[in-house]
C-alpha cells in the first residue's frame, strides 16, 4: 500500500498482472502514484527435498489499484512495466466494491501479509498452508484449550489424526 489514506472519491479496481510480476507492477504503480494492494499469504512447499516457505500472492495474477476513473488517468496502468491489463467490462474499467477491499485489508498487516484466519470449528474442512503438510487437505476433529487444533487427514486408505497450529490451515 502506497498511501496511508485512499481518496474519497477513489475506487478500487483490479489490473491483471504479466506472469512473475507482481512486485515490479507493484513498484511501478506506486512510482506513478497510484495506490495499491497486493494480498500475501504465506505458504510452504517442498522443493528439492526441503520445505522452503514463501509469500505468494493471495489471488495469483492480479493486484488491487485504486484511483479516481472520472478523472482519467488511469490508461497509464495498462502501459505499465508488470500490467497486462485492468479488467474492464467494456471500454472502462469493472469498479471492486469498496468493502471488499477494506475486508480483506482489514485481515491483513500494513505490509499486506495475511494474518490470522478466522476461528476455526470441528467439521470444518480445512487446508495446509505450511510445514510438511503442506496442500494436504483434512477435516478438523477437534480444538483443545492450548489452541491445538487436531486435523483428520486421510492418508493411504485411512486417517491420520495430525495436530497443527491454527497458522498453519486455512478453511476452504
Known sequence: MSQSATNREASWFLAQLKPN?????????????????????ETTQQRSGKFVTSQNPLFPGYIFVAFNAVQGGWRAINSTYGIARLVSFGHSPAPVPRELVDGLKARCDPLGKLVAASPLASGDAVTFIKGPFSQFVGKVEEISSDQRVWVLLDLMGGQARVQAHGAQLRMI
Do not use: D
Not at 23 to 39: C, D, H, S, V, Y
Open 21 to 41: 510480476s507482481a512486485q515490479i507492477a507493484k513498484r511501478n504503480l506506486e512510482r506513478q502514484k497510484f495506490e495499491t494492494f497486493l494480498p500475501l499469504e
